[in-house]
């Protein structure tokens, strides 16, 4: 099977990385099916409880009052319990037709807070930072028994960007692009900068006070010759959308690549988190449409897809001083796909309690994110269980793949 | 407060380097001040890394054939759509007779890859050194003897002429750096001398075509004494006249000194001339090289050289004693560049003043590049980013060169934001952003910036950050 070599536009048009796919596993194969994986690592640890809101628990209102899913603001409800942002109607419909689950007080093995080494064990595998420099993505490929190798031909196809996420990154051949223009600084290193300098350099604050102020003066009079500086709403979404939907086309092809990771940042909501209409709801928002924007470009593909959203570690329980809220542990991992077994909140609840947070300060974990993800890897890509435990996720072999994640299965 | 052992060596790479990587602050930290004066004393120190580039005639050379190629293809063209026209003015069609024109050639012309190949060159050379501070003050005496891309031929010339003008004596005196500066041909038609004649000469009294004073001028104002010192009008006038004759062989003779400067007696004009109070007897090229040598020998070139040393070096308006101490020893070496070099280092001036001084573009760009480890990074981002920011590489937009002073470049320190966040996403996989702020600026560091790097979303963020940070920002 010759692999689809993409021309220099469509390289040009999307953002992240695709494996170059030579071969589908055999397994799979031989049951007639065509899986798809799209892997989104979400950057700077996701708000779990903002995301999808234990409403029903005692305990919630008491953390996040009216600010939080629940008070004023119900949220779309999923079972009995929990309820999600209504920044997501798209997640939420999927929910409804079973085509997307919720594993809720998840967490990989990390129980420190740096986000570097955080995102280090999301995407490594491994259960401690700095121990690879390959993703647990790129070895499960390398599991995989070829049926058919790429030949010399697609080799230039092939090329590790100087931008691959870690969880793709390793000996397996990947294609990876970057878009023509790159989403210009998002506001959240924007205000860090700003920050930084108003604490000891005021000359560059200044200067750099006066060209943001200059460019929201340019947004509001709609002077769009030059692209905003720093994007508002409109710009994050189209930016994820428009990554979502590229990924999804190649793997929408006959020919095309099968598994892909994206990379999404700005979760790290310190302060002003806006879980129902400020900086969360927008970034929940925008990811919202890129699982749209994938459902909608896989077309019939989206049959056989799984799309799984993770982040490195979730925030605290209760707001801090800023409204905001400081990292924490364990958080949400989000499924949707038409392969899926869906429309369910999976969580072993250990409740909001004092005596119930990890550290008096934390969502405590009860599921391991392994156990998710080596549940995907062995039920829709037929990975070898044993393999698994070895090579993708080393030292898991006490993490049991979740079951029944998967319709087909 | 208790300063960190190796602050000194931190600001001996980002004020005199071309900032750290990593690994070099820790290499130098046991004597800084020594590590910079070994860089001053090496052989090699200034030279370009890549000694195979060619000459600046050479190129000029090739700049011309390219051109008359152009001229002749346009032509043929011009040829074949006449014949075309005629053709099918007639009742049947007729296909054109003649040779099929070619095509012109696509990508950039034998000037722009002239341009990029000395771009490269100077990068990927600025990658290398340990401190880089001879390289340092290759970039300032390029920009206090500048030219520009964007005039003339220069575009294929500039980046031979720093090589050829300017990094032969930047550790030597400064009147030779003078005298290859202004015979450069670069220079030559920069500032328009190469067409430059005397009235009375041969040639003007002829074809009644003049001075040009644009070279004797900025010679004095910007070069040597500085503006409004010791020279009036007349002197410009005096001075250019002895320039006249100093051009450039011309292609159309097709020798093989094309391009190359010569002193051509019949556009000279005849006759003593007097330049700031001293009268120079006309014996043709000799005149001129004595009135730049007195100028180089000129209490008020000392001066000048001095304050722009230490304007670019140390702080935007220099402390008088550091000014006084350089312009003392320039004087007392007759202009030895390396002497002045390193009394610019021994004084404690230079390393007491507090850093205020924004990187320039260029500067920062390529302390980027290093804290990244990069060897030899793609050059189109880079000339870009040059020119995003308001220094693009060889082609100020006057005379005077690039502002020294830090205040024009605070303008674009929101571009700067974006060409960070671009940056941060070329550094090597596992580059720690931890590991590099330690090995970048630490030792300078407040805690604001170490936790603003430390505490950031992403690796790429943090690297942005690191790159942001007022500390990787001043020198």
Redesign the interface.
């Known amino acids: 099977m010759t692999l689809h070599a993409p021309t220099r536009r469509e390289l040009l048009l999307g953002s992240g990385v695709l494996f170059a796919w030579s071969y589908l596993p055999e397994l799979a194969r031989a049951e007639g099916r065509d899986p798809r994986l799209l892997v989104i690592v979400l950057r700077g640890a996701l708000d779990g409880l903002a995301a999808v809101a234990p409403v029903r628990d005692p305990d919630w209102p008491s953390l996040r009052g009216e600010k939080g899913l629940g008070g004023a603001t119900p949220g779309l409800p999923l079972d009995s319990f929990f309820a999600l942002n209504p920044a997501m109607p798209n997640v939420h419909r999927l929910y409804q037709s079973k085509a997307a689950t919720i594993v809720h007080a998840v967490a990989t093995p990390y129980r420190e807070r740096s986000h570097f080494d955080g995102q280090d064990v999301l995407e490594s595998g491994y259960g401690a930072p700095g121990t690879a420099d390959t993703g647990w993505l790129n070895r499960a490929l390398l599991t995989v028994k070829p049926e058919a190798r790429a030949n010399g031909a697609n080799r230039e196809a092939f090329a590790v960007g100087p931008i691959a996420p870690l969880v793709v990154r390793g000996p397996a051949p990947v294609l990876s692009w970057t878009p023509q223009r790159l989403p210009a600084t998002s506001d959240d290193t924007l205000m860090r900068v700003l920050d930084l300098y108003r604490h000891s350099d005021l000359a560059l604050a200044r200067a750099l006070e006066e060209r943001v102020g200059l460019a929201k003066i340019a947004r509001a009079s709609g002077m769009d010759g030059e692209q905003a500086r720093t994007p508002g709403p409109v710009q994050v979404r189209a930016y994820f959308t428009e990554a979502a939907a590229s990924a999804a086309r190649f793997l929408a092809r006959p020919d095309g690549p099968r598994i892909g990771a994206l990379a999404f940042d700005g979760w790290d909501t310190h302060a002003d988190e806006g879980p129902v209409n400020g900086r969360l709801a927008t970034l929940l928002g925008a990811l919202d449409g890129a699982v749209a924007a994938a459902e909608s470009e896989l077309k019939e593909a989206w049959r056989e897809t799984v799309v799984v959203v993770i982040t490195e570690f979730g925030r605290t329980a209760r707001i801090n001083g800023t409204e905001g809220t400081d990292h924490g542990t364990a958080t949400v991992a989000l499924l949707a796909g038409g392969a899926l077994n869906g429309g369910r909140v999976i969580a072993d609840w250990p409740g909001l309690k004092p005596a119930n947070l990890h550290e008096g300060r934390d969502l405590k974990p009860t599921t391991d994110l392994r156990a998710v993800l080596k549940g995907l890897l062995k039920d829709h890509l037929r990975i070898d269980e044993a393999a698994l435990a070895a090579k993708v996720f080393p030292d898991s072999g006490r993490v049991k793949p979740m079951r029944d994640l998967l319709a087909h299965a | 407060m208790a300063r960190d052992p190796k602050y000194e060596a931190a600001l001996a790479l980002h004020r005199f380097g071309l900032g750290p990587r990593p690994g070099s602050i820790g290499a130098i930290a046991s004597d800084p001040r020594g590590a910079l004066l070994a860089e001053l004393d090496r052989a090699d120190a200034g030279h370009s890394v890549e000694p195979a580039l060619a000459t600046s005639a050479a190129n000029a050379r090739a700049v011309f054939a390219f051109r008359q190629e152009q001229r002749a293809v346009r032509q043929a063209q011009r040829m074949a759509r006449e014949t075309d026209m005629s053709a099918n003015s007639q009742a049947e069609a007729k296909p054109p007779q003649g040779a099929t024109p070619p095509r012109p050639n696509p990508g950039p012309g034998v000037p722009q890859r002239i341009y990029l190949d000395e771009a490269r060159a100077r990068i990927h050379g600025a990658l290398q050194p340990d401190i880089g501070f001879p390289e340092r003050l290759v970039w300032f005496w390029s920009n206090h003897f500048c030219v520009s891309a964007d005039k003339g031929n220069v575009r294929g010339t500039c980046g031979a002429y720093e090589r050829e003008a300017i990094r032969a004596h930047v550790l030597g005196r400064f009147r030779d750096m003078l005298l290859a500066v202004e015979s450069h041909p670069a220079m030559l038609v920069y500032l328009d001398n190469a067409r430059s004649i005397g009235p009375d000469s041969v040639a003007g009294v002829r074809q009644k075509r003049g001075l040009n004073e644009n070279l004797a001028r900025e010679i004095l104002e910007l070069h040597t004494v500085g503006v409004r010192t010791v020279y009036t009008q007349t002197d410009v006038t005096s001075f250019a006249n002895v320039l006249t004759g100093w051009t450039v062989v011309p292609m159309r003779q097709e020798s093989a000194r094309a391009g190359e400067f010569e002193f051509n007696p019949r556009m000279h004009q005849p006759g003593a001339q007097t330049v700031i109070g001293k009268s120079y007897p006309d014996n043709g090229r000799a005149q001129g090289q004595a009135v730049l040598f007195d100028l180089a020998r000129h209490p008020a070139t000392a001066k000048h050289i001095a304050t722009k040393l230490a304007r670019h070096f140390v702080a935007d308006e220099p402390p008088g004693s550091l000014v006084e101490k350089l312009t003392k020893r320039f004087m007392q070496t007759d202009g030895n560049l390396k002497e002045v070099t390193k009394a610019l280092v021994s004084a404690p001036e230079a390393w007491e003043a507090p850093r205020n001084k924004l990187k320039r573009p260029g500067e920062w760009i390529i302390a980027a590049l290093r804290a990244s480890g990069a060897a030899t990074p793609d050059i189109g981002p880079v000339m870009q980013a040059h020119n995003l920011l308001g220094e693009p590489l060889w082609r100020p937009p006057a005379p005077k060169g690039y502002s020294d002073d830090s205040g024009p470049w605070?303008?674009g320190?929101?571009q700067r934001?974006?060409i960070a966040?671009?940056f941060a996403?070329?550094f090597p996989?596992?580059a720690?952003?931890?590991q590099l702020f330690e090995e970048t600026v630490a030792p300078l560091a407040?805690n604001?910036?170490r936790q603003?790097v430390?505490?950031?979303?992403?690796?790429?963020?943090?690297l942005?950050?690191l790159l942001?940070?007022?500390e990787f920002?001043?020198r």
Request: charged share 35%; glycine share 0%.
């Open positions: 605070f303008d320190i929101a934001l974006d966040n671009q996403r070329r996989p596992d720690d952003p931890r407040s604001e910036t603003a430390t505490r950031a979303e992403s690796r790429p963020q943090a942005a950050l942001m940070t007022p920002q001043r």
